[in-house]
């Protein structure tokens, strides 16, 4: 069964340091996603992506954090300057062409920032 | 706001018995809606999707869903300890397009006692 994969499962940096979240979506999706969760919190969206742009971005998605698709195959989360709060399980996710239908998520990246 | 509100519970329901989750949700223009199930420390798992009012039933699980009420319930029959886990309700404006940024409900914790 075709799954989202992500890399790293778990990564741990200093405060200020940059990181770079990957994902490869199942093959055939068009649509792609970022969320985070903050442990015992609700899980939030981050940013949505469509035909190789940002097609919304949440609240929480400023100017730290960027997502690039460099190639046919993965999508990538960078946090620039990472924070204490910035620590969470960042989960991709890809959809299919049809609308309003599921997301399939990867297993997750754990980020913890010390 | 938009708001999706669930019981976080812990529900405790003994084995082979029917278990009863409850979302509700504050955006009119929500079109479509899921249940996820997340072991702890994993990725949020699609259980159901349902768009229309009404039930819709797939093996032990229904969904329900009542748009005039605003209102999204799960049930899961003859309940097995591997049900055990947190029950996660999102909801999208759906529709045309890319649509899909999900608003997610906190979860409800489901124990099953054998």
């Known amino acids: 069964e075709p799954e989202v994969t992500q890399t790293p499962s778990h990564q741990v940096t200093q405060m200020g340091q940059e990181v770079i979240l990957r994902c490869v979506p199942i093959s055939n999706h068009l649509y792609f996603y970022w969320y985070r969760q903050i442990l015992g919190q609700k899980v939030e969206f981050l940013v949505s992506f469509y035909n190789n742009e940002i097609s919304e971005k949440s609240e929480i998605f400023d100017d730290q954090f960027s997502v690039e698709r460099p190639d046919g195959s993965n999508f990538t989360l960078k946090i620039r300057s990472t924070k204490l709060e910035d620590s969470a399980m960042y989960f991709c996710?890809?959809?299919?062409?049809?609308?309003?239908?599921?997301?399939?998520f990867g297993e997750g990246s754990r980020l913890t920032v010390l | 706001q938009k708001e999706v509100e669930q019981n976080s519970g812990p529900l405790s329901v003994p084995e082979g018995a029917i278990a009863s989750l409850n979302c509700t949700y504050s955006d009119r223009g929500s079109q479509s809606f899921f249940w996820y199930r997340q072991y702890s420390g994993k990725s949020p798992e699609l259980i159901m999707s349902?768009?229309s009012n009404g039930d819709k039933e797939d093996g032990r699980f229904t969904a329900q869903l009542n748009k005039a009420s605003q209102y999204v319930s799960l049930l899961i029959r003859d309940s097995q300890p591997s049900d055990s886990a947190t029950y996660l309700c999102?909801?999208?404006?759906?529709?045309?397009?890319?649509?899909?940024?999900?608003?997610w409900g906190l979860g409800t914790s489901l124990a099953v006692n054998p």
């Open positions: 999102a909801a999208s404006l759906g529709g045309a397009g890319n649509n899909r940024k999900l608003i």
């Open positions: 349902i768009y």
């Open positions: 996710a890809s959809g299919d062409s049809f609308a309003g239908g599921e997301l399939f």
